[in-house]
């Protein structure tokens, strides 16, 4: 197995997936530092060698230091990995950026869009970070416990700077990861956003006893959904139908380990969104996320029927069922147009 230039990374997010990377880098011999925003959370770390709030029953290998400071994560450290929820995304790049050293090097495994302008987040990180930085995003379908249970996993990289996308893609790959790398950051970042709301949809759909043909349907088409937005704002085709795109799109949709689908859900079982996110426990992106995708799908004139249908019933208290029905009761078209 190739070495990687990569010989300590710094993780910024302690919850359930920052955890599972920071084991993941870990295991391989890279000195990991891991920081999040609650102290006495992070003493707890420190004490236990475990995130049992967020990711129980995995001990920390040796090469991982929970961190209290900031600054004590991120001191000596050129490779700095953000994870943490896409509304307090940029916050979090400006509370960092004083303790960035020369020659840092910023990636994030961050789903979702700015809120309020429905940015990309590579947007906000060059915005706040500058020109000279080189970025990469993480993406892909995983789940945070099977990546730190050492499941057979694929994800993809994607970054402008291939020196640095290749870094990363050697320093995570494993006997049971394997990293692809791609330059298309925009495609790679909207298919990881917009199929959170898809994954409600498809919750909604089982909470609502519908079957799988209802929700092969809705993945399908859900696809064409992110096609169409994406490649509008310069993504590129192939990069949806990879594991960015149709792959993270099958894997929250169909399983009870997503959290946007287990919302759903809740919701088409009657239970309020407040009671939802509380039985839950984490944040939910698909939310906030189908805000800003109706938005921006208005603002370009993109027809993303089974988006607005989910931001109609989350924001604006729609029943569920009737979102359905007028979903079936659409004009007909030709599938592809």
Known sequence: MSATNIKSIAVIGAGSWGTALAILFARKGIHTTLWGHLPDHMQQLRDSRTNEEFLPGFRFPEDLEPCIEAGQALKNTTDVLVVVPSHVFCNVLASIKPFLVKNCRVAWATKGLEQGTARLLHENAREVLGDRIPLAVISGPTFAREVAAGLPTALTIASMDSAFAADLATAMNSETLRAYTCSDMTGVELG??????????????????????????????????????????????????????????????????????????????????????????????????????????????????????????????????????????????????
């Open 192 to 337: 990881g956003a917009i199929k959170n709301v898809l994954a409600i949809a498809a919750g909604i759909s089982d909470g609502l006893g519908f079957g799988a043909n209802t929700r092969s349907a809705l993945i399908t088409r859900g696809l064409a959904e992110i096609m169409r937005l994406g490649i509008k704002l310069g993504g590129e085709a192939e990069t949806f139908m990879g594991l960015t795109g149709m792959g993270d799109l099958v894997l929250t949709c169909t399983d009870d380990q997503s959290r946007n689908r287990r919302y759903g859900m809740a919701i088409a079982q009657g239970m309020k969104s407040g009671d939802a996110l509380k039985s839950i426990g984490q944040v939910v992106e698909g939310i906030q996320t189908a805000q800003e995708v109706h938005r921006l799908a208005k603002r370009l004139g993109i027809e993303m029927p089974i988006t607005n249908q989910v931001y109609r019933v989350i924001h604006e208290g729609m029943d569920p069922r009737k979102a359905v029905d007028e979903l079936f009761a659409r004009e007909l078209k030709a599938e592809f147009d």
